[in-house]
């Protein structure tokens, strides 16, 4: 695993650059662990003061430092990206591998279900939502509502690999020493699909956060927990660019496109990683 | 000490006893489209037994109907292929099991007195888990034995059949063709069972490869004093390893015999024609190969299913179907000219 890293941190300049982006995310939400001021406490420094040495990234209108708005938005919209993504992983693994193993009936009744959801448009409900729970709409129940529309593609694919694993011999073989069928899928097929699992989780990941981001521009969430959308919203709100606080939206839009890139890039090299095709042809050959 | 853990090695017995008895087994693959139904006779009437400790192989080129056949023994068929007629019944060391009769207690049996060899060693193991995990799923809770017993049965196994107990950590990719064969064959035979199906197990192994794996199959059944299965359609293999041979043409037999007799003096002219097309040493003779190609079995003919393509058929052979009766050398054969056909 660690050699793997290595490998393709010394090799794959895509992953090398992916990585140190990444890094430079981490790094700042790891400073809003030691942010001087609250979260939510306004006209604590100086309002509308450009980037400088004493405020990196300048101050907005509101009177908060955006250095420290950036890291703790930062960290609540990764959150939600990763809450996101590990409950959509969870249910496009059990669709996936049940409806591809067990097949016939159950998979046309599954898959039917599968393409419903995944043609639904997912901004439209989201936005219905959002008007009809109003205040109960906390970022948990959006990340839920958003896991339960960000599975389908995902489900699909694992299912068209179980859909191979299913006629292998040591699915056979299994079957035949009396493994029981979910012992078959958990032990036997879910290690098999992991990179695959891997791999759509980043993409998934940038799904969930421009979700995110696009509702609370539009100030669909909760306007008082800091995200990046909800940034450029209070950016906006107050007229930040009319009133020439250009910094208030450019650090947050910055940041936002360094990580998904980060992200984007990541996902790539390790798809290059796992098709050996590719791969290849780096080698030149 | 290692011995201690083992189980008593089986007595031999003198006494024949049957450890598998089919009765006119007949399984069928159907379909049904649009109303229309459409049967596949694989397996059409079967009759055999398979002795205490003796390999008894099936022959037959490919669409004959072998592999439809020890799937359906094995109680491992799934639809659209069912049993539609007959039995099959084994008897180990006293515990009798009807497979389509009492199916929770051949789930019970499987792998422990049931064993399979897959055909195809590329892919029986899960390319993506070491070796051990095999072992672990599909062996141990056969055993009865907790696991660091289990783990030293199992490496006292591996040794037993000339591989390093280090295999165990291994991903299968990590080993050569005829190892991973090897480990087949260990995870076939480590909870010692009465009968053990080998679906050409040496088919894509190169010459020397497959007499390795041949010697060890025939070395462990000797040990265990089981009974082997062996389908192939490599004539040259049966004639190596199996005590008694079957010959199976669309989905029926065609002939049974020990194996030897069989060879020497083939008694239905599809045999003769099979040993016929088989290489010798020094015969520099152009193989004759059969005219025509194996029947349909959704359609076979009428009678006998070998008579288009029989040089000797008469009359009869196209409006009767022939019966398993007792050959000339002590097998048995469906042919209505049994033992006139000549090759030579």
Request: glycine share 8%; aromatic share 8%; charged share 20%.
């Amino acid at each position: 695993m660690f050699k793997v890293l290595f490998d393709l941190l010394r090799y794959n300049r895509e992953f090398l650059l992916g990585t140190l982006l990444i890094l430079i995310i981490l790094a700042l939400i790891a400073c809003s662990f030691f942010a001087p001021y609250g979260e939510n406490d306004i006209y604590v420094v100086i309002p509308d003061m450009p980037p400088s040495a004493e405020h990196w990234l300048g101050t907005n209108s509101r009177g908060q430092e955006i250095f420290w708005q950036l890291s703790i938005s930062m960290r609540n919209t990764l959150m939600f990206g990763v809450v996101v993504a590990a409950i959509s992983r969870v249910i496009a693994i059990v669709v996936g591998l049940v409806s591809g193993y067990i097949g016939g009936r159950t998979d046309q009744i599954i898959m039917a279900v599968n393409d419903t959801l995944g043609a639904l448009p997912n901004i439209p409900i989201l936005l219905l939502l959002v008007f009809v729970l109003r205040d109960q709409m906390t970022w948990p129940v959006l990340a839920l509502t958003a896991a339960l529309l960000g599975w389908t593609h995902d489900s699909r694919l694992i299912r068209s690999v179980a859909l191979s694993l299913r006629t292998r011999e040591f699915t056979r073989h299994a079957a035949f020493s009396g493994m029981r069928t979910g012992q078959i899928l958990f032990r036997e097929h879910l290690p098999y699909v992991m990179p695959i699992v891997f791999f759509t989780t980043m993409n998934n990941l940038i799904w969930a956060i421009g979700l995110e981001v696009t509702l609370s521009i539009l100030g669909f969430s909760d306007i008082n927990r800091p995200t990046i959308g909800g940034m450029i919203y209070w950016a906006n709100a107050h007229s930040a660019m009319v009133a020439g606080i250009w910094w208030w939206i450019a650090v947050p839009m910055i940041f936002v496109v360094i990580l998904f890139l980060g992200l984007f890039l990541l996902a790539m090299s390790v798809n290059e990683y796992i098709d050996p095709r590719s791969r290849l042809a780096r080698m030149g050959a | 000490m290692m011995n201690a853990t083992l189980a008593p090695e089986r007595p031999a017995t003198t006494a024949p006893v049957d450890v598998l008895t089919i009765k006119d087994l007949k399984a069928y693959y159907i379909n049904e489209h649009f109303g229309v139904r459409r049967e596949v006779r694989a397996v059409d009437g079967i009759d055999l037994t398979v002795r205490r400790n003796e390999v008894y192989g099936i022959a037959g080129e490919s669409s004959s109907g072998k592999t439809s056949l020890i799937k359906t023994l094995a109680g491992a068929i799934r639809p659209p292929m069912r049993v539609v007629e007959g039995s099959v019944k084994f008897d180990f060391g006293g515990k009798h099991i009807d497979v389509y009769g009492e199916p929770a207690k051949m789930q019970a049996a499987r792998w422990q007195h049931l064993s399979y060899i897959m055909q195809g060693s590329m892919s029986v193991l899960n390319p993506v888990r070491r070796i051990k995990h095999a072992f672990n799923n599909f062996a141990y809770r056969h055993m009865g034995l907790d696991a660091t017993a289990f783990r030293r049965r199992v490496e006292s196994h591996l040794d037993r059949l000339g591989l390093d107990a280090s295999v165990l950590e291994a991903f299968p990719h990590q080993l050569s063709g005829g190892m991973r064969q090897r480990v087949t064959i260990a995870l076939a035979t480590v909870c010692e069972p009465e009968f053990i199906i080998a679906d050409e197990p040496t088919t894509a192994l190169d010459v020397l490869v497959q007499q390795d794996v041949l010697g060890l199959i025939k070395e462990v059944q000797g040990r265990l004093g089981s009974s082997v299965v062996f389908v192939t359609h490599d004539m040259s293999v049966h004639a190596a390893i199996t005590d008694r041979l079957a010959i199976m043409y669309a989905g029926r037999l065609a002939e049974e015999g020990p194996t030897q007799a069989l060879f020497d003096r083939p008694q239905h002219p599809y045999t003769a024609h099979l040993i016929a097309s088989l290489p010798r040493i020094g015969d520099v003779s152009t193989r004759k190969s059969l005219a025509g190609k194996p029947p349909s079995l959704a359609n076979p003919p009428s009678g006998c299913r070998f008579h288009p393509r029989c040089p000797i058929a008469i009359e009869r052979c196209s409006k009767e179907v022939p019966q398993m009766l007792p050959s000339a050398t002590g097998g048995r054969v469906a042919c209505f000219r049994a033992g006139e056909v000549s090759m030579q």
